[in-house]
């Protein structure tokens, strides 16, 4: 469905609606919102609704099934392609993996505490998984000072392997908020 002035909005990612009142290029437009001010915003933001506040688009669920097939293989084949593409990695075949939430989901401000520590468990869960697979021998995982709810759990959790051993990072390059995990060979 083409985009009009006129047409009636939903966001996406916040609790505000309104009105398109203007068009500034085929991804960007002006919209005269439910909190009293007009907001610039790309298309990705937000959905076309209609007068019975239902979304006025149609969704081609082969199409939706095969981008996300798509997109879960080269996730999980180039999971570690971010942390690879470095100099540490080049020289050192380590690489350095940033725990903070702004580095691994888009809006880390509406997770709740649990959620935030879940993600980055999870995340470094796949880490290890996928260094394992790629024979990386060295992570050093990024995780601030703190409190250290995140740093205890990440030794917890390495210590349950007998392959992975855990020593604090070079204090000089990380201070205190960084963990290095050594991957012994299988």
Same mark, same amino acid.
């Given at each position: 469905?083409?985009?009009?002035?006129?047409?009636?909005?939903?966001? *996406? $990612?916040?609790?505000? !609606?309104?009105?398109?009142?203007?068009?500034?290029?085929? =991804?960007?437009?002006?919209?005269?919102?439910?909190?009293?001010?007009?907001?610039?915003?790309? *298309?990705?933001?937000?959905?076309?609704?209609?007068?019975? $506040?239902?979304?006025?688009?149609?969704?081609?669920?082969?199409?939706?099934?095969? =981008?996300?097939? $798509?997109?879960?293989? =080269? !996730?999980?084949?180039?999971?570690?392609? =971010?942390?690879?593409?470095? $100099?540490?990695?080049?020289?050192?075949?380590?690489?350095?993996?940033?725990?903070?939430?702004?580095?691994?989901?888009?809006?880390?401000?509406?997770?709740?505490?649990?959620?935030?520590?879940?993600?980055?468990?999870?995340?470094?869960?796949?880490?290890?998984?996928?260094?394992?697979?790629?024979?990386?021998?060295?992570?050093?995982? *990024?995780?601030?000072?703190?409190?250290?709810?995140?740093?205890? !759990?990440?030794?917890?959790?390495?210590?349950?392997?007998?392959?992975?051993?855990?020593?604090?990072?070079?204090?000089?390059?990380?201070?205190?908020?960084?963990?290095?995990?050594?991957?012994?060979?299988?």
């Amino acid at each position: 469905m083409k985009i009009s002035v006129g047409h009636k909005v939903k966001f *996406i $990612n916040e609790n505000l !609606e309104g009105e398109i009142i203007s068009v500034l290029t085929d =991804k960007r437009v002006l919209v005269d919102c439910s909190d009293g001010f007009e907001h610039e915003v790309s *298309i990705d933001e937000i959905v076309i609704i209609g007068e019975d $506040n239902e979304h006025l688009y149609n969704v081609d669920e082969t199409k939706i099934f095969e =981008k996300i097939s $798509n997109v879960d293989k =080269k !996730e999980k084949d180039n999971f570690l392609s =971010k942390y690879i593409n470095t $100099n540490k990695f080049k020289y050192e075949r380590s690489i350095e993996v940033d725990l903070h939430l702004d580095k691994l989901v888009e809006f880390p401000g509406k997770l709740e505490d649990w959620q935030r520590l879940h993600t980055q468990m999870q995340h470094i869960k796949n880490c290890l998984s996928a260094a394992k697979k790629k024979n990386i021998r060295k992570i050093v995982f *990024i995780h601030g000072v703190g409190t250290g709810v995140l740093k205890t !759990e990440l030794h917890n959790y390495i210590s349950n392997f007998d392959d992975l051993t855990i020593k604090t990072a070079d204090f000089r390059e990380y201070g205190e908020g960084a963990t290095e995990v050594i991957i012994k060979n299988s």
